[in-house]
């Protein structure tokens, strides 16, 4: 991946960590929701306008597709593989910026199908050396059904929830009963992550190696009851759930906790602060710190090489309070850092080697079971 389209995919992310912290910026940018508010009402589109998810076009990456994207590796990192893969299901986050509908066509092509494909290069090829990866196009909610919560927003996340789920069905479909299972997302990916991890519990039983609903926030005592999963409490742990959401000293959360703290779980029950899920990737645990040199690599764009390039031991990190906090030798991933810190946009990048390696012990934890 040469640095401009690293880059261009950082810049992308800004845009879509906004949809990413629920509505982070709804109390404080009246003007942003304004200027991205979908025009006219929800729509409920004809049935048979829905994806078909026994098509290869309705997926971005699977096996079997030609110019695979999820194969990608940064420089210097060998692409090895399994000689009996795991099976990943992979959600991308919010690729369609346009306000002309709320809900993105499946066929929108340019920019949001390019996007959609860089998320999948930079994001899933975490997991390439251990698993087969199934990434769908679904008909995505539009940047600004985050910033409301009206019942237009309402249904333009359900929409695109339902797509996930019947993508989902079709992927597990096409696994063979004994396959080990590890789903990951992003965002607004994670979002519907963490919904089809409780829909679809008993599929998901026995065969999970871990859910990583990276840049999201879950409720352990709300929203994990409604799942049968525990959080990731050891590295060797498997069929348990990650999640982490990243910043960096002087800290200031605030706005994503108005936005989510009283909010009805999945369970029904309203989350609390207190509750909020945090999972470091470089230990694996919730609780333990982590120096740089645990760090197995972090993205970082590389001008002069044209490369981005994996940077071990310049990053650590620890939890506390519910949130990820980053140290060590931050490099400068782009000028793209939120309010507050925020380093939402990089949850990936920063962490990108040791999820690598997580999933690799859990996979092999779940082997021995």
Same mark, same amino acid.
């Given at each position: ?196 991890? %409780? ?69 029904? %029950? ?88 997580? %999933? ?10």
């Amino acid at each position: 991946m040469c640095a401009r389209r690293f880059l261009i995919f950082i810049f992308i992310l800004v845009l879509l960590a906004v949809a990413g912290a629920f509505a982070l910026f709804q109390f404080g940018d009246r003007v942003l929701i304004r200027q991205a508010t979908p025009q006219g009402h929800f729509q409920e589109p004809p049935t048979v306008s829905g994806p078909d998810y026994s098509k290869d076009a309705s997926w971005i990456t699977k096996p079997g597709l030609s110019n695979d994207s999820s194969r990608w590796v940064p420089e210097g990192v060998v692409s090895t593989r399994s000689p009996q893969p795991a099976a990943t299901f992979y959600i991308h986050p919010t690729t369609y910026l346009e306000r002309d509908r709320w809900n993105a066509p499946l066929d929108a092509g340019g920019e949001p199908s390019r996007r959609a494909q860089l998320f999948v290069e930079s994001q899933s090829s975490a997991f390439n050396a251990i698993s087969d990866i199934w990434a769908p196009r679904y008909r995505q909610a539009a940047f600004g059904a985050f910033l409301l919560t009206s019942e237009d927003a309402h249904k333009a996340l359900n929409l695109a929830y339902r797509d996930v789920r019947s993508a989902f069905d079709a992927f597990l479909a096409a696994q063979p009963a004994d396959r080990p299972i590890i789903l990951a997302g992003h965002s607004q990916g994670s979002l519907h992550l963490l919904h089809l991890l %409780a829909d679809r519990k008993d599929a998901l039983k026995d065969r999970l190696v871990a859910a990583y609903v990276g840049g999201w926030p879950v409720s352990v005592a709300a929203d994990l009851p409604a799942t049968g999963l525990q959080p990731c409490n050891t590295p060797g742990q498997a069929g348990c759930v990650l999640s982490w959401q990243s910043f960096r000293d002087p800290a200031n959360p605030t706005l994503v906790l108005n936005a989510w703290v009283g909010t009805p779980g999945l369970t029904g %029950a309203k989350r609390k602060r207190a509750d909020m899920l945090c999972v470091n990737p470089l230990t694996g645990t919730q609780g333990a710190r982590a120096a740089s040199g645990a760090n197995l690599g972090t993205l970082v764009p590389d001008g002069e090489f044209a490369k981005a390039t994996l940077t071990p031991s310049i990053v650590g990190a620890h939890c506390s309070k519910g949130f990820l906090l980053i140290d060590g030798d931050v490099p400068d991933l782009g000028p793209y850092v939120l309010p507050g810190n925020n380093y939402h946009v990089y949850d990936y990048a920063l962490f990108w080697g040791s999820i690598r390696a997580d %999933a690799e012990r859990r996979l092999a934890t779940w082997r021995t079971r």
